[in-house]
């Protein structure tokens, strides 16, 4: 099928179509190895915006305060605190999380409450209530 077809079909012009195949593969289009490339691109240009990651500084202090069982709470009210003029050095509280969760598990355990390990089995009384009137 030409590109032309192609483009006809899917209501694009056949320059997308045809910018899509040469970005992808030329002669032959792969549409996997094409998703796989663009969800590599997405990982790349997004990984300036990872703070801890990209700034040595920054993850030296979240590690050294995790391990003395600071909250990602307080790690970041106290960066706001300290360095009130400097943004390089804000960092959210779920910025700290993700990176625990994501990049070092192993600091999950300087965390004060672990996700998942008190977990509410039955809900409220008054849920518990009600199931007991459904019975």
Not at 19 to 42: D, Q, S
Request: one cysteine or more; a positive charge.
């Amino acid at each position: 099928m030409k590109k032309k077809d192609i483009a006809k079909l899917l209501n694009k012009d056949r320059t997308s179509i045809w910018r899509e195949c040469e970005r992808n593969g030329g002669k032959k289009y792969h549409a996997r190895k094409a998703k796989i490339l663009a969800k590599e691109k997405r990982i790349k240009a997004n990984a300036r915006f990872k703070k801890i990651e990209n700034n040595k500084w920054l993850r030296q202090y979240v590690i050294k305060q995790l391990k003395e069982y600071w909250s990602p709470e307080q790690i970041s009210g106290r960066l706001r605190q300290e360095y009130p003029n400097d943004k390089t050095k804000h960092i959210g509280k779920d910025s700290v999380y993700k990176y625990i969760y994501n990049q070092r598990k192993d600091l999950n355990k300087y965390l004060r409450c672990q996700k998942g390990k008190y977990r509410r089995r039955y809900g409220t009384r008054i849920r518990e209530k009600q199931r007991e009137d459904l019975k």
